[in-house]
T-cell receptor, first 112, second 114 residues
Framework: GESVGLHLPTLSVQEGDNSIINCAYS??????FIWYKQESGKGPQFIID?????DKRQGQRVTVLLNKTVKHLSLQIAATQPGDSAVYFC???????????FGTGTRLQVFP | DTEVTQTPKHLVMGMTNKKSLKCEQH?????MYWYKQKAKKPPELMFV???????INESVPSRFSPECPNSSLLNLHLHALQPEDSALYLC?????????????FGEGSWLTVV
């Protein structure tokens, strides 16, 4: 079946360090990927997206890397801050469909 | 502005009640979605509306009935729910159906069935 999975359920980092959250996907037909941040009691918040014709995309303090060869997606957060503490979901969407499939999520904990 | 507004924020209902969740967006988006999220789990797709027509129903029980009165509004009518239906219900929207546009989520409606 189709699945989008994450390697680590919880990631703990020290404030100021860089964070890397990983995600594996199994559907090679997927060509659009999104990272969401979900804080406690809130809805998922869009962080960054990437299409399959790209390997890397940068935003403000965040970078998404896509390795289609091994079907791997990662989110890098530079200079992690306490406000980055949340659950991060990767999501996969097949082009020309309206289905967004979420991974299981990684909880990021930032310590002072 | 990427705002999707959901009401109510919290809802407690009995198993014999009829209630509705409401969702509104004024971004001109033509695709709208309902997701269900249980605690510590990822959101799961329930329904998709494309151009005000139901395009995807992920085998959701009939006690959940979606409705799209116009391009800005999306409702989820609830009737005869079970305690296991208690969850966070998320509404989302995207610009054009089927084109891989970003999906934006609302803050959700917390539903408790007693």
């Amino acid at each position: 079946g189709e699945s989008v999975g994450l390697h680590l359920p919880t990631l703990s980092v020290q404030e100021g360090d860089n964070s890397i959250i990983n995600c594996a996907y199994s559907n090679s037909a997927s060509d659009y990927f999104i990272w969401y941040k979900q804080e406690s009691g809130k809805g998922p918040q869009f962080i960054i997206d990437i299409r399959s014709n790209m390997d890397k995309r940068q935003g403000q303090r965040v970078t998404v890397l896509l390795n289609k060869t091994v079907k791997h997606l990662s989110l890098q957060i530079a200079a992690t801050q306490p406000g980055d503490s949340a659950v991060y979901f990767c999501a996969e969407r097949r082009y020309n469909t309206d289905k967004l499939i979420f991974g299981t999520g990684t909880r990021l904990q930032v310590f002072p | 502005d990427t705002e999707v507004t959901q009401t109510p924020k919290h809802l407690v209902m009995g198993m014999t009640n009829k209630k509705s969740l409401k969702c509104e967006q004024h971004m001109g988006h033509r695709a709208m979605y309902w997701y269900k999220q249980k605690a510590k789990k990822p959101p799961e797709l329930m329904f998709v509306y494309s151009y005000e027509k139901l395009s995807i129903n992920e085998s959701v029980p009939s006690r959940f009935s979606p409705e799209c009165p116009n391009s800005s509004l999306l409702n989820l009518h609830l009737h005869a729910l079970q305690p296991e239906d208690s969850a966070l219900y998320l509404c989302a929207s995207s610009q054009d159906p089927g084109t891989g546009n970003t999906i934006y989520f609302g803050e959700g409606s917390w539903l408790t069935v007693v």
